[in-house]
T-cell receptor, first 112, second 116 residues
């Protein structure tokens, strides 16, 4: 039951350019969305989040956009840096439940 | 100010043996989650605790998997009669829980389980 989908397993961008990571969800009860970043041999770390009452949240180089009608969110990183190379997971939480569902992840590679 | 810790960091076991994985959440975090990540795959939700009870066990793959939490603190994930397909990194995370407006989860480093 894949309620959160990240259809691109990998993405490669040039340093300085924009990275756009996409995420789709199916459960209309999701009301809070998060992005996590994971380096090899480490647990995921929280990056940025957005509530369903908003359509954009920005934190430095990272911006998350939410399109509720399309059940789609995206993470924009600009400018991308080689240190951003990691696996990015999209996660979602339903308002009537406290568990969290994760996508399969997208491996971002930023080339110098 | 310790984060989430997990032990052991690595575990190699023979098929058919039982294993116990431990998670120590951040102090004061009432919610605790277990996930696993198989090689080349994403995070798979297993179970979540609010306090010591588990409202959602839907992710446990089979009845060989069980988990408990005591004292609203330590949790153990037990896998009985391990199979090779159980090989994965098992990740634990904690968060402040339903009484908080923060849903951010803090992850441990994981336990890499290899079943031979």
């Amino acid at each position: 039951d894949q309620q959160v989908k990240q259809n691109s397993p990998s993405l490669s961008v040039q340093e300085g350019r924009i990275s756009i990571l996409n995420c789709d969800y199916t459960n209309s009860m999701f009301d809070y969305f998060l992005w996590y970043k994971k380096y090899p041999a480490e647990g995921p770390t929280f990056l940025i989040s957005i509530s369903s009452i908003k359509d954009k949240n920005e934190d430095g180089r990272f911006t998350v956009f939410l399109n509720k009608s399309a059940k789609h969110l995206s993470l924009h990183i600009v400018p991308s840096q080689p240190g951003d190379s990691a696996v990015y997971f999209c996660a979602a939480r339903a308002y009537n439940n406290n568990d969290m569902r994760f996508g399969a992840g997208t491996r971002l590679t930023v080339k110098p | 100010g310790a984060g989430v810790s997990q032990s052991p960091s690595n575990k190699v076991t023979e098929k058919g043996k039982d294993v116990e994985l431990r998670c120590d959440p951040i102090s004061g975090h009432t919610a605790l989650y277990w996930y696993r990540q198989r090689l080349g795959q994403g995070l798979e939700f297993l179970i979540y605790f609010q306090g010591n009870s588990a409202p959602d066990k839907s992710g446990l793959p089979s009845d060989r998997f069980s988990a408990e939490r005591t004292g609203e603190s330590v949790s153990t994930l037990t896998i009985q009669r391990t199979q090779q397909e159980d090989s994965a990194v098992y990740l634990c995370a904690s968060s402040l829980g339903v009484s908080s407006n923060s849903y951010e989860q803090y992850f441990g480093p994981g336990t890499r389980l290899t079943v031979t």
